[in-house]
């Protein structure tokens, strides 16, 4: 029988002490011509105080199985069987799966009894409204109060959440805080009604190491002292590491294996976890680099950056009087970059990384600097050059995109992705055009026959393959991968990197890659270059950077980094910078 009775956080409990507790959940989707069976006989229980890390690659059904909790889905989403069981404040039981959809129980519990904290706070947040009105509207859904009162509780939780002067911050728009205080933001939205339940749904997937760090911090602080249960959506194994009590693994809509943190991450049973926790582990070590190159003496840079800059708000007032304190995105950085080799550029967002990728392509006109190439036809000032040299530019340097889904044109299919580069440079026929995508497919291990399928055909990592096979069409000296990874789970994550390895390998390529993963890099780079707030701090090979490095503030990002261990937790006892 469930009791109802409440538990020793104060918040009530079923009948094995679980403050929620799901059986059996299983969820279609409708489409056109068929249906998707998008979770099937999914079970498990959340309890006070405790963290379920749900795992899992894109697509196996965690974010679905989240939002059937609040029964948040799309129209065409129905929950074919199962139960979903929240304790009744005064006594029994309710099956959130059997409430209909407007019913007043229903909308009590999203956000009273259950909060919850999206991936993408940009799109989560409203950009018309400040972030108090937003936050109040939320207290005063759930509690009977004035809107002083909900404007003070607001105020309340903002500091609660560590926003710097709330009592001014809360009547900021969006757009004005970092991606941080975005999600901090979401956070204290959340926490609006004091749940029993907090879902946090890749709530660090968009965010700098540092960053991540503070968030979990704060989400395991916060869920500790209020004695919530958790359920964390996440595929980053290193997250689970640090956050989760247990684990749940998630495989085509199924959990395959549930257990104790630490007996997931030292004794698995199933192939699938063994091969998520391998996938994150290899991301750990540093890749062997032979030595084919020669020494670097001997060798002459293919691409050499001079004292680059970017500042804004540089420009003279509306008065005539020039503008005070300009921003410097970029500022007086320098470095070389070697053929065949791979620099990685790290740093916290809005430490300029993107900037530099885009001021060395001159997609941004640099302020100061100078950045010289190399390729057939002798050295190239790339700052100089007018728009007929730059596309010519162009062609020996590359870009790879971020997210793979923004990146591609839905209207054009694979041939018309992969070959409008070589229909822009000119002198190519269709035969050739097609035969070289067709080169390009298999170069990056897309099935040719493919050629004729949209980009929505095709799952995120294929995505970034043919982003990537665009970028090498024209046979390019140079590729610059800003963020090139990061839209993806991490065990794709290695395929792409492997993949790059390997066409770097055949094809002799020099890589700039831009990231803030901190694994990625180390696996990737020979050499690793560290910037902060514009400026270039510290650079060197990519296994001393990562495992000694000089400066503070690489010292705090690296430990900062999740470690895919339980045992071995680092951002407890990581180092916090302040300038």
């Not at 395991?220 to 997250?239: E, F, N, P, S, Y």
């Not at 294996?257 to 004794?267: A, L, Q, Y």
């Not at 730059?390 to 997210?403: G, I, P």
């Amino acid at each position: 029988m469930i009791t109802g009775a409440a538990s020793q956080t104060g918040h009530p409990v079923l009948d094995d002490g679980s403050v929620l507790r799901v059986e059996r959940l299983s969820l279609d989707f409708r489409l056109r011509n068929q249906i998707l069976h998008a979770v099937r006989d999914v079970s498990f229980r959340l309890v006070a105080g405790q963290t379920l890390a749900l795992v899992g690659e894109s697509g196996s059904g965690k974010s679905v199985t989240a939002r059937s909790l609040l029964r948040i889905l799309d129209r065409n989403a129905a929950i074919t069987s199962g139960r979903i069981l929240l304790p009744r404040q005064g006594g029994g039981e309710i099956d959130i799966a059997q409430l209909t959809e407007r019913s007043p129980e229903l909308l009590a519990i999203r956000g009273g009894r259950i909060g919850l904290i999206f991936q993408e706070p940009m799109s989560s947040l409203s950009p018309v409204h400040t972030i108090g009105s937003q936050i109040v509207e939320a207290v005063r859904l759930h509690r009977r109060v004035s809107k002083r009162e909900g404007r003070e509780r607001a105020v309340e939780l903002l500091r609660q959440v560590e926003i710097p002067d709330p009592g001014r911050m809360i009547d900021r728009y969006t757009f004005e805080f970092s991606g941080g205080m975005r999600q901090r933001a979401m956070i204290a939205m959340a926490l609006a009604a004091d749940p029993d339940v907090l879902i946090a749904d890749e709530p660090t997937t968009a965010l700098d190491v540092t960053t991540q760090a503070e968030i979990l911090d704060l989400v395991k602080r916060i869920q500790v002292a209020r004695g919530m249960a958790m359920l964390l959506i996440t595929h980053d194994m290193g997250v689970v590491a640090e956050v989760a009590d247990e684990v749940a693994v998630m495989r085509f809509g199924r959990i395959v294996e549930t257990g104790d943190v630490d007996d997931i991450f030292h004794d698995a049973g199933h192939s699938y976890t063994r091969r998520l926790l391998d996938a994150t582990v290899r991301l750990e070590t540093s890749r062997e680099v032979d030595g084919r190159r020669g020494p670097a003496k001997e060798r002459e840079p293919v691409l050499s950056v001079r004292g680059l800059g970017k500042s804004y708000g540089a420009a003279a007032s509306w008065w005539g009087s020039a503008a005070a304190n300009p921003v410097k995105a970029v500022d007086d950085v320098s470095f070389d970059l070697m053929p065949g080799e791979n620099l990685g550029i790290v740093g916290e967002s809005g430490s300029g990384k993107t900037t530099l990728g885009r001021l060395i392509l001159r997609i941004t006109e640099p302020s100061a600097g100078q950045v010289i190439y190399r390729g057939a036809g002798g050295e190239t000032d790339v700052t100089a050059l007018d728009k007929r040299g730059l596309r010519r530019f162009h062609r020996d340097v590359r870009l790879v995109f971020q997210d793979p889904f923004a990146s591609l044109n839905p209207r054009m299919n694979v041939r018309q992705i992969v070959g409008d580069p070589l229909r822009v440079a000119g002198g190519w026929d269709r035969q050739r055009i097609e035969r070289r995508v067709a080169e390009l497919l298999e170069l990056v291990g897309l099935d040719p026959a493919a050629a004729e399928r949209y980009p929505h055909a095709f799952s995120g990592g294929q995505r970034q393959r043919i982003g990537i096979a665009r970028a090498l069409a024209l046979e390019p000296k140079v590729v610059i991968a800003d963020e090139a990874t990061a839209a993806l789970d991490v065990s794709i994550r290695a395929q792409i990197l492997d993949l790059l390895l390997d066409i770097q390998r055949r094809l002799d390529l020099s890589f700039l890659f831009i990231s803030h993963d901190i694994s990625v890099v180390r696996y990737f780079c020979d050499r690793v270059g560290v910037m902060h707030r514009g400026k270039l701090v510290e650079i060197g090979p990519a296994d001393e950077i990562c495992t000694r490095p000089r400066q503070p503030y690489t010292q705090s990002l690296i430990s900062a980094v999740p470690s895919p261990d339980p045992r071995r937790k680092r951002m407890l006892h990581r180092t916090r910078f302040t300038a």
